[in-house]
């Protein structure tokens, strides 16, 4: 059974060529070549099985060096937030005490700070530590 296996995961080598991802259009083959395997479903022999795993590897190496998310910023979350529940700017007056500081927060002119942000959490029920800025925004 080993040589077989052997045998087999051989030629699904030779046939594919699996090597370190350079560029979008290896990637892109790979992504095919995985999509092939996958519809094969139960019936993906040991072999293929194996080069499933090899080029996943491959695919998620490229992918994480190329694909990396930058952090969003606390400013960032804050208008995703108020723009999946549908508020403006005056919505907010009363977690940041003025219409003033609400629009020098929204317009980026003001920091959230720690008062704000623990305010912000409680209004959209979420971490406070969303709004804290860490200044990892790759």
Known sequence: MTVSLDRE???????????????EIENELYLAEVTKLMRLGETLSPAQERLLKLLVNLIESFEDKHYQLKRATPLEILTELMSQRGLKQ????SVFGSQGIASEVLNGKREISKAMAKALG?????SPALFFDTGDHR
């Not at 995961?9 to 991802?21: C, D, N, S």
């Not at 005056?90 to 007056?93: G, H, M, P, T």
């Open 9 to 23: 995961y051989a030629a699904l080598l030779a046939e594919v060529q699996p090597k370190a991802i350079e560029t």
């Open 90 to 93: 005056k919505d907010l007056v």
């Open 122 to 126: 409680e209004f959209f029920n979420v």
